[in-house]
């Protein structure tokens, strides 16, 4: 089977969707199957810088407008891209509403993988204003799309009912997965990462891997750091990811008199990241319902575990499917950075716990998580 695997974002880029995409590639490829990508990276750089130019214009005149008509343009080229490649194809796998949206009218099998809610996140995040006309059309869009689908696989339960709430379709539930080979990395790749970062052997470290926005609730370990450091002094939080609330966390962690005890990396090259999964000695995932938004099965979580690291997560959406609270990981009720503090305190002061949820976890995503299985899985999909 030729397949083709088409977003509107670039690709590779930072969070769970770039990994996605990479994971499902190498899984399909191993079962002996051809498969090429198609995202907003293979644009000409022109288009692209006069494309973005149009959108910043539009932006400053109404932030939603702006990003409904950048959307609309990727999805455009798009467009124009399957029209003259479609037929070489068996099935293509969009991974958003536009990419989507950007098939219809073709003579081509979709099927679509829904990560996420596009509107809620947009308002959640702030590029359109809730309840607004911007916001509207967005919902009408996300409709359009999954009604227009051949077939949808959502990530999670949750987005599998909004699925069926917004459309009255149907979808597959296929959890994300992880590729375990490539945390098989030595003792010198991880020190070189410790390098390469500035990142101290003598402390114990606490790794947010998110994007830095509001659903991640990546606001709340500073909030919890003054209550663990009175305990553990010698802790460092680490914070591997970009977003709009950079300027907001430093204000956060400046009034708490916490600055030195965090360090803000930025955006992390994926090769990078496995090495700060190995060396670190708790992982946080602290996703929060955020206006209508709830995290899916976290990559982040699960590369956490695969990595052989106990994750601590917010008790919201997919993480609640992925984690069982003192078997395999930790949760922390949504929003209470004092739960999320006790949670972090009750693994820094027993090892032993630590290291048995670590296990379990690891040995839950290798059963539950494998890329051929979900590979696999998604295939029967594209021959049906």
């Given at each position: 089977m030729k397949i083709l695997i088409s977003t509107i974002f670039d690709y590779p880029h930072e969070g769970g969707l770039s990994t996605h995409i990479t994971t499902l590639k190498k899984g399909l490829i191993e079962h002996g199957h051809e498969v090429d990508i198609l995202s907003w990276s293979d644009c000409s750089k022109r288009h692209r810088l006069f494309i973005r130019g149009l959108t910043f214009s539009i932006k400053r005149m109404n932030k939603g407008k702006g990003q409904l008509f950048g959307d609309r343009q990727r999805m455009n080229w798009l467009k124009r891209k399957l029209a003259k490649i479609y037929q070489e194809y068996d099935v293509v796998n969009t991974q958003d509403i536009f990419a989507t949206l950007a098939a219809k009218d073709l003579n081509i099998k979709t099927v679509q993988t829904v990560h996420g809610y596009y509107t809620y996140e947009a308002t959640s995040r702030g590029a359109i204003q809730n309840q607004s006309p911007e916001a509207h059309q967005a919902k009408r869009y996300e409709q359009e799309a999954y009604t227009s689908?051949?077939?949808?696989?959502?990530?999670?339960?949750?987005?599998?009912?909004y699925v069926r709430a917004e459309s009255g379709r149907e979808a597959h539930m296929i959890h994300n997965s992880v590729d375990s080979s490539l945390f098989n990395i030595s003792s010198e790749e991880i020190d070189q990462v410790r390098q390469t970062y500035q990142l101290p052997k003598d402390q114990s470290i606490l790794l947010v891997p998110r994007r830095l926005t509001e659903k991640n609730g990546v606001i709340y370990p500073i909030l919890a750091l003054p209550k663990i450091l009175k305990q553990f002094p010698n802790t460092l939080l680490v914070y591997a990811g970009s977003g709009e609330l950079i300027d907001t966390l430093k204000q956060v962690a400046s009034k708490l008199n916490a600055s030195s005890h965090i360090a803000f990396l930025g955006s992390v090259p994926h090769s990078d990241m496995i090495g700060l999964y190995k060396l670190t000695d708790i992982v946080l995932i602290p996703s929060i319902h955020a206006k209508g938004v709830e995290e899916a099965?976290?990559?982040?979580?699960?590369?956490?575990?695969?990595?052989?690291k106990p994750v601590i997560a917010g008790a919201v959406g997919g993480l609640k499917e992925l984690i069982q609270h003192q078997e395999n990981g930790l949760l922390f009720e949504n929003k209470n950075e004092?739960?999320?503090?006790?949670?972090?305190?009750?693994l820094l002061n027993n090892s032993e716990l630590s290291h048995a949820l670590a296990k379990n976890a690891q040995h839950y995503v290798e059963r539950n998580h494998s890329h051929l299985a979900s590979a696999r899985t998604i295939l029967e999909i594209y021959s049906s």
């Open positions: 689908a051949d077939d949808i696989v959502c990530v999670d339960q949750r987005l599998k009912e099965t976290s990559i982040a979580a699960l590369e956490g575990m695969t990595a052989g004092h739960d999320l503090a006790e949670q972090v305190l009750s």
